[in-house]
């Protein structure tokens, strides 16, 4: 990432107001008759819970339909959204007290009250990936009364606000009654603009509004402020070929399309009522390395990898047009407050000779190193096909498999049945939400080592200081090598020339949007 926030372009649409609860919020508005809206998606979710699941699909999704205390600004600021402020941290940082709004209502007609969003967070602390990284550092989770909620911790954690935003992975409060402790819900019922109508798999995923919504207050935010379903149904329909979904847009079959070939950018440009949009920048591709199971538990393996690889060609390979990549190896990115190249040095070295050296001394006797893949992310195919080259080449011995991202994400749970995965990450504000980093990923990376750099980064309140923790705990990100990240890259979509109101996001959500007459 070259600049420090997404510039995000939000758009202010006027809309009746009251007063109800926290303050002015905005009302539902009459949705334009019979409107739908239908988006082209990588494939089926494999889940439509926020909270079990890091998947941006399922982020996409179901973000319509269920909410979190907190959320991020287009300026990745944390700002409430079922919270009705920020939280009130006693002295010593290990009391957070939580202030709510009195004016939710869940898609079942009840209230939103402290008792819900107690139940909710215990779960998420026992289901989500993110969650579960809290549960060392959180003591208990109360209702304080009908409208506030105190998290008590046992020592100070500074991305805990962060966590709470997150959309995938997701906090995602949900009414008492529908939760079974860590079993599936009992029903899929949220606080969102949207509601689930109907789920064919592999067919489609029908969202209608919910005319019980009640809006956060202020005008619209990045995530945050107004929201508004002027469309009456979202229909998510899963096109795992990219081809097909540049092709449907241009064919006027879909309203929007995420996730396409960045070499389809002349193709949408030169089609009528179609929008080509770059999110730049958008996120990283990664190679991540089971640390837990298989020939990468030894970690020179892994440093073989790291010495293997040229991102270079994984990125041209990928997108073709360097517009749409940047080589860059650290995490956060020049112009972001936790860049750091110093901890990066090793990143691009792309030396075969220095890799076979290093298998010939790590005694590797040519086990098959499984990768996982899958071409519904076209550009993620494409980079595993240059890194099975090069990798051959140092002397690895490559079993490359080629699978639907719903398998893929299934099988990358089982630690016994791979040794590596291709994915990608979408750009965070806090380093703690990053998925490698948590040690519940797949991929397990948690070393003592590491375990005590992410603690002392965790636990240190004062931001200047966090960042030399962060640049330590990066610089045994190098050394251990969990996981490769390839570079930067940037994100290509279209839109109709008819849905209007459409904020370009990493996450694209559609309440505030309309389709034009």
């Known amino acids: 990432m070259k600049s420090s926030v997404r510039s995000l372009l939000v758009t202010a649409v006027a809309g009746a107001v009251f007063t109800a609860g926290c303050g002015t919020v905005w009302a539902q508005q009459p949705a334009t008759k019979d409107s739908v809206v239908i988006v082209a998606t990588v494939g089926e979710p494999p889940t439509l819970d926020p909270v079990g699941v890091t998947a941006d699909l399922v982020s996409i999704i179901t973000q319509h339909v269920f909410e979190t205390l907190y959320t991020f600004d287009k300026e990745w600021k944390v700002m409430p959204l079922l919270a009705s402020g920020m939280p009130v941290l006693s002295a010593d940082g290990k009391t957070f007290t939580i202030p709510l709004r009195s004016d939710v209502k869940f898609q ?6 402290a008792d819900d ?42 991305p805990l606000t962060s966590l709470l935003a997150m959309n995938n992975g997701a906090a995602a409060i949900m009414p008492k009654s529908v939760i079974d402790g860590t079993n599936a819900v009992k029903s899929l019922v949220g606080t969102g603009p949207y509601k689930i109508l109907e789920h064919k798999p592999d067919q489609y995923i029908r969202l209608v509004r919910f005319d ?73 591709p990664l ?90 992310y076209d550009f993620l195919y494409k980079m595993s096909l240059v890194a099975q080259a090069q990798l051959e080449q140092a002397g690895f011995k490559v079993d490359l498999q080629v699978l639907d991202w719903a398998t893929l994400m299934q099988k990358r749970g089982d630690e016994k049945q791979w040794d590596a995965f291709f994915t990608y990450h979408t750009f965070v504000p806090e380093p703690s939400l990053i998925t490698f980093v948590n040690p519940a990923y797949p991929g397990w ?18 931001p200047a200081k966090r960042k030399a923790k962060w640049t330590a705990l990066q610089g045994l990100f190098y050394t251990q090598v ?24 990493p996450w694209p959500f559609f309440w505030n949007a309309e389709i034009a007459n």
Do not use: C
């Not at 079942?108 to 009250?113: A, K, N, P, R, S």
């Not at 026992?126 to 109360?142: D, F, L, N, Y």
């Open 212 to 284: 019980g919504y009640v809006s956060p207050a202020g005008e619209a935010n990045g995530y945050g402020g107004k929201r508004v379903a002027k469309i009456n149904e979202i229909r998510f329909v899963p096109v795992p070929n990219a081809t097909t979904r540049v092709e449907g847009m241009v064919a006027g079959q879909y309203h929007f399309a995420d996730s396409l070939p960045a070499e389809m950018l002349p193709r949408l440009k030169d089609a009528k009522g179609v929008k080509a949009i770059v999110v730049k920048p958008f996120g990283f």
């Open 108 to 113: 079942d007609g009840t209230t939103m009250t």
């Open 117 to 158: 969003v107690v139940a909710s967070l215990d779960r998420w602390t026992k289901v989500s990936p993110r969650g579960k990284t809290t549960t060392s550092a959180i003591e208990s989770i109360t209702a304080k009364d009908a409208n506030s909620v105190v998290i008590g911790l046992k020592t100070p954690l500074a």
């Open 287 to 376: 190679m991540i390395m089971n640390s837990k199971t298989g020939v990468f538990t030894n970690q020179s393996l892994r440093q073989a990898v790291l010495a293997a690889l040229g991102p270079k060609d994984m990125l041209l390979a990928a997108f073709g047009d360097p517009g749409f990549f940047a080589l860059e190896g650290s995490v956060y990115a020049p112009g972001t407050a936790f860049y750091d190249e110093d901890s990066a040095k090793t990143y691009n070295q792309n030396n075969p000779k220095k890799a076979a050296d290093l298998l010939k001394a790590a005694g590797y006797k040519a086990e098959p190193v499984r990768i996982l893949t899958s071409t519904q």
């Open 482 to 505: 969990p996981t490769i990240k390839v570079g930067e890259f940037y994100n290509l979509a279209a839109s109709s020339d008819k849905l209007k109101g459409y904020v370009p996001m």
């Open 445 to 462: 990376w948690d070393t003592p080592e590491k375990r005590e750099a992410l603690a002392a980064f965790n636990t240190e309140m004062d």
